[in-house]
């Protein structure tokens, strides 16, 4: 069945530095796309980055990148050189190619940037 | 400006009231989907709906209903039937996911926060 795992409720990290937001996930398709969605205290959904099962290189947009590793099933996101205006949920979700009637999303890892 | 528009964002109801929260899209996508967020829990799937007229549950259907009248509008009604209706309800829409594909990119409203009072 379709699963999405986040282990980490809460992260803290230091303004410009790196941090890594974990997950792992779970499916039966060889065919299937993740993605990392980031929710600020207002509440919207905002799309950071998305990676293929099939893509080869991991994905990068900006300050994220996806470390994608097909063979443990992980999918984690690293934002580099933290802004304090990256404290927010940051959620990981995932769709099957056949079976593409839904996203389904993880709990979500509440990231904070420090001075 | 495209977009997807949701209200009211604040909404308080009282048992065993029905209420109904609204959600359009000028974007032109054929999919719209209802998601409840609980605090320290992702997005669980309501309902969604893939064409004008047709809809499908999701993962946590009970006590909700919703109708897909105009491909613009998925109004999603929560019912007295929900017991515990508390929750930040978030609607989204994609393009049409039935590419071939997995990606399709899914926009999001702003959110209503439900209340029990």
């Known amino acids: 069945a379709q699963k999405i795992t986040q282990t980490q409720p809460g992260m803290f990290v230091q303004e410009k530095e790196a941090v890594t937001l974990d997950c792992t996930y779970d499916?039966?398709?060889?065919?299937?796309?993740l993605f990392w969605y980031k929710q600020p205290s207002s509440g919207e959904m905002i799309f950071l980055i998305y990676q293929g099962s099939y893509d080869e290189q991991n994905a990068t947009e900006g300050r994220y990148s996806l470390n994608f590793q097909k063979a443990r099933k992980s999918a984690n996101l690293v934002i580099s050189a933290s802004q304090l205006g990256d404290s927010a949920m940051y959620f990981c979700?995932?769709?099957?190619?056949?079976?593409?009637?839904?996203?389904?999303f993880g709990t979500g890892t509440r990231l904070q940037v420090f001075p | 400006d495209g977009g997807i528009t949701q209200s009211p964002k604040y909404l308080f109801r009282k048992e065993g009231q029905n209420v109904t929260l609204s959600c359009e899209q000028n974007l032109n996508h054929d999919a719209m989907y209802w998601y409840r967020q609980d605090p320290g829990q992702g997005l669980r799937l309501i309902y969604y709906?893939?064409?004008?007229?047709?809809?499908q549950k999701g993962d946590i259907a009970e006590g909700y209903s919703v109708s897909r009248e105009k491909k613009e509008s998925f109004p999603l009604t929560v019912t007295s039937a929900q017991k515990n209706p508390t929750a930040f309800y978030l609607c989204?829409?994609?393009?049409?996911?039935?590419?071939?594909?997995?990606?399709?990119?899914?926009?999001f409203g702003q959110g209503t926060r439900l209340t029990v009072v």
């Open positions: 979700a995932m769709r099957e190619v056949y079976n593409t009637d839904k996203l389904i």
């Open positions: 709906s893939q064409i004008v007229n047709d809809f």
């Open positions: 499916t039966s398709d060889q065919s299937y796309g």
């Open positions: 989204a829409s994609e393009k049409d996911f039935r590419t071939g594909t997995a990606y399709t990119e899914a926009f």
